[in-house]
């Protein structure tokens, strides 16, 4: 996660880069077990949310808000997973996996197991290209909540 963080725009083993947001950078995943799944990675080195001080994890959380938003919006799931875990990659990061009828785990988790799907080039980058599309409506609109309460 480090590595990712410090050099964000080298596609990296885990994904393709979607942006650099306040505190964190979001990665599409290259194993698409599930349309969309994500990685919202913490820009500062710490192993729990809780270790932030608050104005860091206020950002955190926000960027999750905000990229939870748009892969909602480009992908149309049925419902998202957010898990932060951190049990094998001791750096704050969070799984977003967006959910559908159809995702072979209807009713429970996705296991981290899952045989992984590869996408062409061309759908990667018509991923990328669409959650930074919502991406930037997300972001409008949460600047838009947090001005009007």
């Known amino acids: 996660m ?5 050099a964000p725009h080298e ?18 995943g290259r194993n698409q077990a599930v349309s969309g799944y994500c990685m919202l990675i913490s820009t500062r080195h710490v192993t729990e949310l809780h270790h932030l001080p ?4 206020g950002a955190f959380v926000n960027d999750l808000l905000v990229a939870a938003a748009a892969v909602e919006t480009a992908f149309t799931p049925a419902k998202l997973n957010l898990e932060i875990q951190g049990n094998q990659v001791p750096h704050l990061h969070c799984h977003i996996k967006p959910r559908y009828p159809h995702d072979g785990a209807p009713g429970r988790r996705i296991p981290h197991d899952t045989p992984g799907r590869e ?3 061309q759908a990667y980058v018509n991923a990328v290209d669409a959650l ?3 991406l930037r409506s997300a972001q ?3 600047s838009e909540r947090i001005a009007f309460g």
């Open 2 to 6: 480090c590595v990712i963080v410090a």
């Open 11 to 28: 596609v990296a083993a885990e994904g393709y880069l979607v942006a650099e947001l306040t505190s964190s950078v979001l990665l599409l």
């Open 54 to 57: 608050p104005p860091a994890a």
């Open 119 to 121: 996408l062409t080039e």
């Open 132 to 134: 930074r599309r919502a």
């Open 140 to 142: 409008r609109q949460q």
